[in-house]
């Protein structure tokens, strides 16, 4: 299975941009799914995770209230809105997929996650 981010682009501070994450089998049902970024000479930061249920969302700190993740039936694909972008949002967006149970704590670390999508770059001007 592969997973591939599409979306990205460029965009004002404060505008919005929804982020896709498509699986290349369409019943592609892993445990959990998350997007992280990787800003300029930045970590890996966690931006927000769900539960295949659907039950379960979490956002990162910076982003909470602004990013909404969310898909359609628990499956592919997976979306993640962004608005009222800020210049530290540029980064390069990746999704992932948790392939089996882990604890619910784990989902807002990036070695929890066994298959990455190649990134998608977002990037936010003045």
């Known amino acids: 299975v592969q997973l591939v981010e599409s979306g990205g682009g460029s965009v004002q501070t404060g505008g919005s941009l929804t982020l896709s994450c498509v699986a290349s089998d369409p019943n592609f049902n892993p445990w959990a799914m998350g997007w992280f970024r990787e800003g300029p000479g930045t970590e890996r930061e966690f931006v927000a995770a769900m539960r295949s249920t659907g039950d379960t969302i979490w956002y990162g700190d910076a982003v909470k209230g602004r990013f909404t993740m969310s898909t359609e039936n628990g499956k592919s694909p997976w979306y993640l809105q962004m608005s009222d972008l800020r210049n530290d949002d540029t980064a390069v967006y990746y999704c992932?997929?948790?392939?089996?149970?882990?604890?619910?704590?784990?989902?807002?670390?990036?070695?929890?996650?066994?298959?990455w999508g190649q990134g998608t770059q977002v990037t936010v001007s003045s």
């Open positions: 992932a997929a948790i392939l089996t149970a882990r604890w619910l704590s784990s989902l807002q670390y990036d070695f929890s996650y066994k298959l």
